[in-house]
């Protein structure tokens, strides 16, 4: 059966059959964060924010000392809203447009630049093709291209640097300087050929870049002495070494990149440009590293196999300001984030102001204010207000040895209020790519809304995640329903043999591959699962490769997607789960969005026909103006609800 569904419609199916859903806590927990991206002005005096206010993104202004609201700037075209930004100076900030097209929901950005001042003063578009310049000599590159800002370039308080390029071309990045009062623009240099981003230094010169042709990732270095782009580095895209620069050391003699050229995971090295003599800061011979960069500068490295461990590269005062809110967030310890997961996200120019997101496992995030003048700290906003709990499931890690003898690492939170009689549901969340995301101890509205309910809820990475090193990724290329499966069985498996769940009450959800693992899991043991909810998914890897809305990018197509669902026609069908369907024994849920891009409602009806074919039990609901993964809370809403139901029914 296929539905297509929205609120309003469903208003009396959902009262008349959710009388054992806490439908007002769903409705809190499927809205999208309130507040996000909060940055302070280099002078420390005001906080900028991007504030949600009616579905669209609008950009907040505090005063630093009391936290009382300035002025609220909201785009005037209906269309518009506030994409990224940076502070330029102490007054004004840049913003990158971004924009509801047509009937979808997930807003966009054209590379338009607009700039205003914090009282809302001197509103002006500075690049793109709203830009009006009054002398066409002002203009470097066509007002009809696509910018975005790399440097603020702080120490100067009237031009930003972006990097641009012509719409409709891939790879002719030019470095420009742009007036953010008058648009006026300056070439300051060219990326080389495929550039999908340059690092430059202080004097604003481009010195590094990562690019890609039609089979590669390339890494280029900048040789000053004859002014041209020398090649450092070759890899595949997916799964072969690669480096990535991070940021200069500090007098830019040196850049400091992740390598993984020549090891399973990443080292982090510093490669002298002069010579290119190269120095081991760090490597860890299991897990990858996460750099802790504060304000350009590189101060310490996490590990995260399960929980953030820290470890400090430097003593200065940003590595201080890191290393005493882990203490405080994680019962004076800065070593491990087993409490509290701290990410500084804004410094002020003088490093006595600081803006910290603090995230548990249990509660809604919270942005922090450090005043170290007055040792003054403030929690002055939370992510979701409406979400109030702070006694929700925690969530802990395990650990397990697969009968392959790897090891793999996971998260387990149990039910809020499981059942005294009996054990515990388990619903096993797989999460999407497959190749390189990778689950985290954090906080997952998700899991909550399942927890709430009455479910525990089970995470694994899989062969296949990051932060396991080159191996342990490249184990799950070519496997989406092979090696990959047989983690998430396996997992399941450990799980049940712990005792924490009752193994005749097995389901399974996720979205995107989450979505197609939720279908091909119990296709492979349906005596194990026995429900699945597939949101916005993918079920036939040779239609992904057809129909993929990558399809303008040859890369895209021939390496990625033909390596991570495997190299053949053949293969790829035999782990489709549109060919196989006969096995399927669960009922399934299926909820996508007509407008996916990523997963084009072709998937999605492809499984009906072969659903309807078996004579399988499933339930089809297509959303109208909805993507890759819902933005309006209303449909979000609407599916928990469904999500439930069908869980409460089958298991």
Same mark, same amino acid.
């Given at each position: 059966?296929? &539905?297509?569904? #929205?609120?309003?419609?469903? %208003?009396?199916?959902?009262?008349? /059959?959710? +009388? @054992?859903?806490?439908?007002?806590? !769903?409705?809190?927990?499927?809205?999208?964060?309130?507040?996000?991206?909060?940055?302070?002005?280099?002078?420390?005096?005001?906080?900028?924010?991007?504030?949600?206010?009616?579905?669209?993104?609008?950009?907040?202004?505090?005063?630093?000392?009391?936290?009382?609201?300035?002025?609220?700037?909201?785009?005037?075209?209906?269309?518009?809203?506030?994409?990224?930004?940076?502070?330029?100076?102490?007054?004004?900030?840049?913003?990158?447009?971004?924009?509801?097209?047509?009937?979808?929901?997930?807003?966009?950005?054209?590379?338009?630049?607009?700039?205003?001042? &914090?009282?809302? #003063?001197?509103?002006?578009? %500075?690049?793109?093709?709203?830009? /009006?310049? +009054? @002398?066409?000599?002002?203009?470097? !590159?066509?007002?009809?291209?696509?910018?975005?800002?790399?440097?603020?370039?702080?120490?100067?308080?009237?031009?930003?640097?972006?990097?641009?390029?012509?719409?409709?071309?891939?790879?002719?990045?030019?470095?420009?300087?742009?007036?953010?009062?008058?648009?006026?623009?300056?070439?300051?240099?060219?990326?080389?050929?495929?550039?999908?981003?340059?690092?430059?230094?202080?004097?604003?010169?481009?010195?590094?870049?990562?690019?890609?042709?039609?089979?590669?990732?390339?890494?280029?270095?900048?040789?000053?002495?004859?002014?041209?782009?020398?090649?450092?580095?070759?890899?595949?895209?997916?799964?072969?070494?690669?480096?990535?620069?991070?940021?200069?050391?500090?007098?830019?003699?040196?850049? !400091?990149?992740?390598?993984?050229?020549?090891?399973?995971?990443?080292?982090?090295?510093?490669?002298?440009?002069?010579?290119?003599?190269?120095?081991?800061?760090?490597?860890?011979?299991?897990?990858?590293?996460?750099?802790?960069?504060?304000?350009?500068?590189?101060?310490?490295?996490?590990?995260?196999?399960?929980?953030?461990?820290?470890?400090?590269?430097?003593?200065?005062?940003?590595?201080?300001?890191?290393?005493?809110?882990?203490?405080?967030?994680?019962?004076?310890?800065?070593?491990?984030?087993?409490?509290?997961?701290?990410?500084?996200?804004?410094?002020?120019?003088?490093?006595?102001?600081?803006?910290?997101?603090?995230?548990?496992?249990?509660?809604?995030?919270?942005?922090?204010?450090?005043?170290?003048?007055?040792?003054?700290?403030?929690?002055?906003?939370?992510?979701?207000?409406?979400?109030?709990?702070?006694?929700?499931?925690?969530?802990?890690?395990?650990?397990?040895?697969?009968?392959?003898?790897?090891?793999?690492?996971?998260?387990?939170?149990?039910?809020?209020?499981?059942?005294?009689?009996?054990?515990?549901?388990?619903?096993?969340?797989?999460?999407?790519?497959?190749?390189?995301?990778?689950?985290?101890?954090?906080?997952?509205?998700?899991?909550?809304?399942?927890?709430?309910?009455?479910?525990?809820?089970?995470?694994?990475?899989?062969?296949?995640?990051?932060?396991?090193?080159?191996?342990?990724?490249?184990?799950?290329?070519?496997?989406?329903?092979?090696?990959?499966?047989?983690?998430?069985?396996?997992?399941?498996?450990?799980?049940?043999?712990?005792?924490?769940?009752?193994?005749?009450?097995?389901?399974?959800?996720?979205?995107?591959?989450?979505?197609?693992?939720?279908?091909?899991?119990?296709?492979?043991?349906?005596?194990?699962?026995?429900?699945?909810?597939?949101?916005?998914?993918?079920?036939?890897?040779?239609?992904?490769?057809?129909?993929?809305?990558?399809?303008?990018?040859?890369?895209?197509?021939?390496?990625?997607?033909?390596?991570?669902?495997?190299?053949?026609?053949?293969?790829?069908?035999?782990?489709?789960?549109?060919?196989?369907?006969?096995?399927?024994?669960?009922?399934?849920?299926?909820?996508?969005?007509?407008?996916?891009?990523?997963?084009?409602?072709?998937?999605?009806?492809?499984?009906?026909?072969?659903?309807?074919?078996?004579?399988?039990?499933?339930?089809?609901?297509?959303?109208?103006?909805?993507?890759?993964?819902?933005?309006?809370?209303?449909?979000?809403?609407?599916?928990?609800?469904?999500?439930?139901?069908?869980?409460?029914?089958?298991?």
């Amino acid at each position: 059966m296929k &539905y297509f569904f #929205s609120l309003l419609l469903l %208003i009396p199916y959902l009262s008349a /059959s959710s +009388s @054992n859903i806490d439908e007002e806590f !769903i409705k809190r927990f499927s809205t999208l964060p309130t507040y996000s991206n909060p940055k302070i002005s280099p002078d420390g005096k005001i906080i900028s924010v991007v504030l949600r206010n009616q579905d669209k993104n609008a950009l907040a202004f505090l005063k630093a000392d009391d936290f009382s609201l300035i002025n609220i700037l909201e785009l005037k075209q209906e269309d518009e809203q506030v994409g990224n930004y940076v502070w330029a100076s102490n007054r004004r900030v840049v913003i990158e447009i971004a924009y509801k097209v047509g009937s979808l929901e997930q807003p966009i950005t054209r590379g338009e630049l607009f700039s205003v001042d &914090y009282d809302l #003063s001197k509103p002006r578009y %500075i690049f793109g093709y709203k830009f /009006s310049a +009054s @002398n066409s000599k002002r203009l470097v !590159i066509d007002k009809y291209s696509s910018a975005s800002v790399i440097d603020p370039l702080i120490d100067d308080p009237k031009h930003v640097l972006v990097t641009a390029s012509p719409f409709g071309t891939r790879g002719t990045l030019k470095l420009v300087r742009v007036n953010i009062f008058s648009g006026q623009q300056k070439l300051m240099g060219q990326a080389p050929p495929g550039s999908l981003g340059v690092l430059t230094d202080s004097s604003q010169k481009p010195r590094f870049a990562v690019g890609a042709n039609t089979t590669e990732l390339v890494t280029y270095i900048m040789d000053t002495t004859r002014d041209e782009w020398k090649e450092l580095q070759r890899s595949d895209y997916l799964g072969d070494g690669k480096v990535i620069p991070l940021v200069f050391d500090s007098n830019e003699s040196s850049v !400091i990149v992740l390598d993984d050229t020549n090891t399973s995971t990443s080292q982090i090295k510093s490669i002298n440009l002069n010579d290119s003599s190269e120095e081991i800061l760090f490597h860890h011979p299991t897990f990858d590293p996460y750099p802790l960069v504060i304000e350009d500068k590189l101060v310490g490295v996490g590990v995260a196999p399960d929980l953030l461990k820290i470890y400090w590269l430097d003593g200065g005062v940003e590595a201080q300001i890191a290393s005493q809110l882990f203490r405080v967030f994680n019962d004076g310890d800065d070593t491990v984030a087993d409490t509290a997961n701290v990410t500084i996200t804004s410094v002020s120019q003088d490093k006595q102001r600081v803006i910290a997101i603090v995230e548990d496992d249990s509660s809604s995030p919270a942005y922090w204010f450090l005043d170290r003048t007055t040792n003054r700290l403030i929690n002055f906003l939370t992510v979701w207000p409406e979400i109030i709990e702070k006694g929700l499931s925690p969530t802990k890690t395990f650990s397990f040895v697969n009968s392959d003898g790897v090891t793999l690492y996971g998260y387990f939170t149990d039910a809020r209020s499981s059942e005294s009689e009996k054990k515990q549901p388990l619903i096993v969340l797989p999460h999407g790519g497959p190749i390189g995301p990778r689950d985290s101890w954090s906080f997952d509205p998700d899991v909550q809304i399942l927890s709430n309910a009455g479910y525990a809820v089970m995470k694994v990475n899989y062969r296949g995640s990051g932060g396991y090193g080159k191996e342990f990724l490249k184990a799950g290329i070519g496997e989406p329903g092979g090696i990959i499966q047989q983690d998430i069985i396996e997992a399941t498996e450990w799980v049940i043999k712990q005792g924490w769940v009752d193994k005749e009450r097995i389901g399974i959800y996720g979205g995107s591959f989450g979505g197609y693992s939720a279908v091909q899991a119990p296709i492979l043991r349906p005596d194990l699962f026995k429900a699945g909810v597939s949101y916005v998914g993918i079920f036939d890897f040779n239609l992904d490769i057809e129909m993929s809305n990558c399809q303008g990018n040859s890369m895209c197509v021939s390496k990625v997607l033909k390596d991570q669902w495997g190299d053949s026609p053949e293969k790829r069908a035999k782990m489709s789960p549109v060919n196989y369907i006969e096995k399927l024994q669960a009922p399934i849920l299926i909820v996508a969005g007509e407008e996916d891009m990523r997963c084009p409602p072709e998937q999605q009806y492809a499984l009906e026909s072969a659903l309807k074919k078996h004579s399988k039990d499933y339930k089809l609901i297509m959303v109208p103006k909805e993507g890759h993964g819902f933005i309006n809370p209303e449909n979000r809403f609407n599916f928990y609800i469904e999500m439930l139901e069908h869980f409460h029914k089958h298991l």
